[in-house]
């Protein structure tokens, strides 16, 4: 039996699922032609911006989510162990 806690593996899987996301969204390279004016030169530098950007946050989310599930399959403690009991000073 191995011991997982679910809602730590469900949130690293869905931070993972979003990270492929973006990668899907951002995949597309914002694409500049020759004889632009400055506003379109503008224009394409933020879209390139935001083009990393969205690269950096799906990166961030992927790894983030892949420790999540990582850490989820040695979080959850046994029955026994959660068990403590304290001991009265002698008076």
């Known amino acids: 039996m191995v011991l997982v806690d679910k809602k730590i593996l469900a949130g690293g899987i869905a931070m993972i699922a979003v990270g492929i996301v973006f ?6 390279q914002p694409i500049g032609q020759s004889g632009m004016s400055e506003e379109e030169v503008i224009d394409l530098l933020i879209a390139e911006d935001q083009n990393q950007a969205y690269q950096m946050l799906s990166g961030i989310l992927i790894g983030m ?14 029955k026994d162990s959660a068990k403590r009991t304290e001991k009265k000073p002698a008076e």
């Open 23 to 28: 990668t899907i969204i951002s995949a597309e």
């Open 65 to 78: 989510g892949f420790l999540l599930v990582l850490i989820s399959f040695g979080a959850r403690r046994k």
